[in-house]
């Protein structure tokens, strides 16, 4: 299975953006489908936008056109890129890596969105 390590979490203003990476150790990365999660304050675990091994992306309806999400199977990386944000966005956000049976997470990096 593989290990994963968020970073790029910052405070951001409304408007701004910002890159999430992960990076991942272990075997069989492009193999991964991955994703990337929130978490709110108080609120459940949300997905923001996924990639499969083959490169198919899929987007919750409230980042779509504002948020990318893309690999780099040589570098075993996934970048979030996140453009326009907005308060709603803050919140930690974490990586996902799946390959049955191994179900892998990150430790999360925080984003906040405030003026």
């Known amino acids: 299975q593989v290990q994963l390590v968020e970073s790029g979490g910052d405070l951001v203003q409304p408007g701004g953006s910002l890159r999430l990476s992960c990076a991942a150790s272990g075997s069989s990365f492009s193999r991964y489908s991955m994703t990337w999660y929130r978490q709110a304050p108080g609120k459940p675990r949300e997905l923001v936008a996924a990639?499969?091994?083959?490169?198919?992306?899929n987007y919750a309806d409230s980042v779509k056109g504002r948020f990318t999400i893309s690999r780099d199977n040589a570098k075993k990386t996934v970048n979030l890129q996140m453009n326009r944000l907005k308060p709603e966005d803050t919140a930690v956000y974490y990586c996902?890596?799946?390959?049955?049976?191994?179900?892998?997470w990150g430790q999360g990096t925080q984003v906040t969105v405030s003026s």
């Open positions: 990639i499969t091994s083959g490169g198919s992306t």
């Open positions: 996902n890596a799946v390959l049955t049976p191994f179900d892998c």
